[in-house]
Nanobody, 121 residues
Framework: QVQLVESGGGLVQAGGSLRLSCAAS????????MAWFRQAPGTERERVAH??????????YYKYSVQGRFTISRDNAKNTVYLQMNNLKPEDTAVYYC????????????WGQGTQVTVSS
């Protein structure tokens, strides 16, 4: 069973940066699609970014509001996926979750515990 552990959240001023990390257990990490989601109080959980790997190529997706500010990446040798967040805005405040699609390419079925990101204005 894959397990995911996030780290790197915290409090930052608007315009600042944070890097989230998600360490995964499991020998087939490189075959999983990985994603970052976030959920602010009173809102639905939303996908912020995902990264997939196929035939030696890496594909990424970003929610429109974070394009140009967030970068998702993965280090398969370390079984870790990252989310570099720059130029943070108060509306980025949320609990951020790492997720893995371990059985199908599009269903995220394994989740981390979440890490809080708070951006002050």
């Amino acid at each position: 069973q894959v397990q995911l552990v996030e780290s790197g959240g915290g409090l930052v001023q608007a315009g600042g940066s944070l890097r989230l990390s998600c360490a995964a257990s499991g020998r087939t990490f490189s075959s999983y699609a990985m994603a970052w989601f976030r959920q602010a109080p009173g809102t639905e959980r939303e996908r912020v970014a995902h990264i997939t790997w196929s035939s030696g190529n890496t594909y990424t997706y970003y929610k429109y509001s974070v394009q140009g500010r967030f970068t998702i990446s993965r280090d398969n040798a370390k079984n870790t996926v990252y989310l570099q967040m720059n130029n943070l805005k108060p509306e980025d405040t949320a609990v951020y979750y790492c997720a893995a699609a371990t059985t199908t390419a599009t269903t995220y079925d394994v989740w981390g515990q979440g890490t809080q990101v708070t951006v002050s204005s």
